[in-house]
Structure formats: structure tokens, C-alpha cells
């Protein structure tokens, strides 16, 4: 199985960064498709951002695309979010989630199978 567990989240002023943290644990961690999700106040959760096995592909909504990046260090056994030029809109719970398989995109839900427990990112105007 795999373990997930989100850090990193916090208040932040609209323009300013954040670089959320997901450490993970499995013996097929390596192996798995890695994303992280969000859910804003009264909306539903929704994929930001997407990164493979190998972390040679990435992917992203288009809201965040060009401002978030992910990346993932298998040594570690972690991987990252790091979220730039941070608007209101960002105001969410992220969640990191880990999926078994090695699909070359996985941006639904149904694509994962192990979830953190979320981490509250608020983003003031």
C-alpha cells in the first residue's frame, strides 16, 4: 500500500509562493502517478496538477498552468507543489494522491487510490 501525508500549507498574501510537500511511503512509490487535487469553500474537488512515474511528464489545470510547478525527488520519497503569483481563487484544501498504475496522464480521481488528509492553503487579496 501507499501512504501519503501533505505539509506545507498556510496563509499567504495574493502574489506570494507556497511549496506544499507530500511525503509518501510504499514500496511502489516509484512506480506511481503522483497529483495533487484541490477543494475551494463550496466547490468540488478538482485536479491541479499531475507528474508520472519517472517525473519526465507533467501536467496542469489550465487555472494554475504557468504559475505551479510539481516535481518529485524518488530518493525522498517526496513529492512537491511549489505555487507562485497566488490569487484568491487558489484558496483551497489541497490534497495529494498517489495512484497505482503508470498511466502517462491521470488528472481524474478515479485515477488514484491513496489520498492525504489535505492541507489548507488560504490566500488573501
Known amino acids: 500500500q501507499v501512504q501519503v501525508r501533505e505539509s506545507g500549507g498556510g496563509s499567504v498574501q495574493a502574489g506570494g509562493s507556497l511549496r506544499l510537500s507530500c511525503a509518501a511511503s510504499g514500496r511502489t512509490f516509484s512506480s506511481n502517478n503522483m497529483g495533487w487535487f484541490r477543494q475551494g469553500p463550496g466547490k468540488e474537488r478538482e485536479f491541479v496538477a499531475g507528474?508520472?512515474?519517472?517525473?519526465?511528464?507533467?501536467y496542469y489545470a489550465g487555472s494554475v498552468k504557468g504559475r505551479f510547478t510539481i516535481s518529485r525527488d524518488n530518493a525522498k520519497n517526496t513529492v512537491y507543489l511549489q505555487m507562485n503569483t497566488l490569487k484568491p481563487e487558489d484558496t483551497a484544501v489541497y490534497y495529494c494522491?498517489?495512484?497505482?498504475?503508470?498511466?502517462?496522464?491521470?488528472?481524474?480521481?478515479?485515477?488514484?487510490?491513496?489520498w492525504g488528509q489535505g492541507t489548507q492553503v488560504t490566500v488573501s487579496s
Open positions: 494522491a498517489a495512484g497505482l498504475g503508470r498511466h502517462r496522464v491521470a488528472e481524474r480521481e478515479s485515477d488514484y487510490d491513496y
Open positions: 507528474i508520472n512515474w519517472s517525473g519526465s511528464t507533467t
